[in-house]
């Protein structure tokens, strides 16, 4: 069976939802394929399971992009409901508030560790690494060997499952940009004298030291449910599961012919004039015939692979974080979402709690390959060993894996980018990469939806009037709109290039 769209989507999750409704908004031909076979959202879904609602990995709705706070507010106008943001560090059994207080980090460090920490930070300003190639050598120059030992080390090697000194600079610089020493201590001072210090006029916002977010009342699928009814709304569809697995593209006719293979085995043709990609690059290269010549440096990109463990207890011994970020060694759990802090919906049961331990994992390594009920087991022991509830207070859990849930910044991540992007604008001018894997851009959900706003942009028109991968960790996307992010996304004229 054979359909034609004027714009194919593979995935739905931010970015290709986004892409479907914008599309489908300005009455666009648009067909969105998810390989799910039931939920759109991708990792910003919603999971529920017996009545309990968990978000994969806690999704935060701030943006300093107004044009995508306004999507937001149209696609789900009447959901949102406003938290207060809240973080700490488990340490060594000591919980350190996040952002620091520099009182607390003081007495729970200790007189003699705490006045180390400073000096080795004031000599690694005085001393710096020449161009940082590496996170540890970046986070080093900004913080001090001490406090990258204490408050990075263990757990960005628990994130990432590989050393420090093999992670890229640029994870670092995309990650922690615009957070210092001196201006994390100066918010902290403030907090721990209960000094609120004020936002100077068109100063920019520190992502991590924002005190409150918005957040829909039932997780973050909310937005994407709606997203998804809303394209059908207008006009477009959107096909469960479906995998892409063959992409091809005439050249004469300017007509793409993708090969799609559903769930029971069978087989759907789609063609379409633009493709719209959020699916990993990695697939995505090898999945194009004849197979591009950069099919050895996608394949040479690493993702790193995530579960959680949800432990719903009957248990009043409650806690105002958010999420843990656990830095001790002594436990395989990377953090702790607590989602009754996220949403009180999230936990229709009074007297129950319900957190999720995160492990970041490889696919096919034994954490992943473990049995539920192992997993199930490995976070009781875990969070009974962190003090946060009772093991014995658990009643039910769930596990659920998520692969490819972080694009790995490794040494060599960056030339292969750029090997892959050249040759695809080059030989496929109607093929448009966006998203979190679709770019191999470690971007959070407003980034991703930016680079498919951008894209959407760029269709509408007929050229590629914006440079999407100039999207990225603290673009400044200005107050005029989409329309505006040339100048916002740097001074730089960018050059239009006709689209077919």
């Excluded at 063609?271 to 999945?287: F, I, W």
């Excluded at 107050?479 to 996304?489: F, H, K, M, P």
Aim: with cysteine; charged share 25%; glycine share 8%.
């Amino acid at each position: 069976m054979s359909h034609h769209t004027e714009t194919l989507v593979i995935g739905a999750g931010p970015a290709g939802l986004t892409a479907g409704y914008l599309l489908s908004k300005h009455g666009r031909s648009v067909t969105v394929l998810e390989r799910d076979p039931v939920q759109v959202g991708g990792i910003s879904r919603t999971v529920s399971h017996n009545g309990y609602l968990f978000d994969i990995g806690g999704h935060r709705f701030f943006s300093k992009s107004k044009a995508v706070v306004d999507l937001w507010d149209e696609i789900l106008p009447d959901d949102f409901i406003e938290r207060p943001r809240l973080s700490r560090i488990y340490y060594q059994g000591k919980y350190y508030a996040y952002p620091l207080k520099a009182f607390e980090a003081l007495r729970n460090l200790g007189v003699i560790r705490s006045t180390a920490c400073v000096l080795s930070y004031l000599y690694a300003r005085a001393r710096p690494i020449e161009q940082p190639k590496s996170f540890h050598d970046w986070v080093r120059n900004q913080f001090g060997e001490r406090l990258f030992s204490i408050f990075f080390k263990t757990y960005t090697e628990k994130v990432w499952g590989m050393s420090c000194d093999a992670i890229s600079a640029d994870w670092a610089a995309q990650r922690i940009k615009g957070l210092d020493l001196g201006a994390a201590i100066r918010d902290a001072l403030g907090r721990s004298l209960g000094l609120k210090p004020k936002q100077k006029a068109g100063e920019p916002v520190i992502k991590t030291l924002i005190e409150s977010f918005r957040y829909p009342r039932r997780g973050p699928g909310m937005m994407w449910e709606a997203a998804a009814a809303k394209i059908a709304a207008q006009g477009g569809r959107i096909l469960h599961d479906r995998s892409v697995d063959g992409l091809s593209f005439d050249a004469a006719t300017g007509i793409w012919t993708v090969s799609v293979l559903l769930g029971d085995g069978s087989r759907e043709t789609h063609t379409a004039r633009h493709v719209v990609s959020s699916a990993p690059v990695r697939e995505l290269v090898d999945s194009i015939r004849p197979r591009p010549l950069s099919t050895f440096n996608a394949r040479a990109l690493q993702y790193r692979d995530f579960l959680t463990v949800a432990l719903i207890a009957k248990s009043d011994r409650t806690f105002p974080d958010n999420w843990i970020y656990i830095h001790d060694p002594s436990v395989k759990v990377g953090r702790v979402q607590n989602f009754l802090s996220w949403s009180p919906e999230m936990v229709p049961d009074a007297g129950h709690t319900c957190l999720g331990l995160e492990y970041f994992c490889f696919e096919g390594d034994g954490l992943w390959s473990s049995s539920d009920a192992d997993l199930v087991a490995l976070a009781k022991a875990e969070i009974g060993k962190i003090g946060l509830i009772d093991p014995a207070d658990v009643v039910d859990a769930c596990v659920v894996r998520q692969p490819k849930a972080y694009p790995v910044y490794d040494e060599s991540y960056a030339d292969n980018v750029a090997t892959v992007r050249l040759e695809l604008e080059r030989d496929f001018p109607t093929l448009h990469l966006v998203g979190r894997n679709g770019m191999h851009k470690y971007n959070n959900q407003d980034h991703a939806m930016m680079t498919a706003m951008l894209t959407v942009e760029n269709i509408l028109a007929g050229q590629r009037r914006h440079d999407v991968w100039r999207v990225n960790e603290d673009a400044e996307y200005t107050e005029a709109g989409v329309s505006g992010a040339e100048a916002a996304l740097g001074s730089e004229r960018l050059v239009p290039r006709k689209v077919a």
